[in-house]
């Protein structure tokens, strides 16, 4: 999966990064290095489903889909 992100520098002079495809996914880090790794974090973490919504249940089940 690709998914575009937007670096600008803020403020305060650290480097903000935000994914526009996730609303509300931001980060920032005193460089642009860290801040596209911290950006890499947050994109996981937005996208980590809940406990409950992974396990196999007589209504559902559980596939993993690359795109």
């Known amino acids: 999966m690709k ?18 495809s996730l609303k509300g996914c931001w980060s920032q880090g005193k460089t642009e290095k860290e801040a596209i790794k911290n950006i890499k974090e947050a994109i996981v973490l ?18 993993e889909l690359a795109i």
């Open 3 to 20: 998914l575009k992100i937007v670096i600008e520098k803020g403020k305060d002079g650290y480097i903000v990064v935000h994914c526009p």
């Open 46 to 63: 937005y996208l980590e489903p809940k406990p409950k919504e992974v396990k196999p249940t007589s209504n559902h089940k559980v596939l």
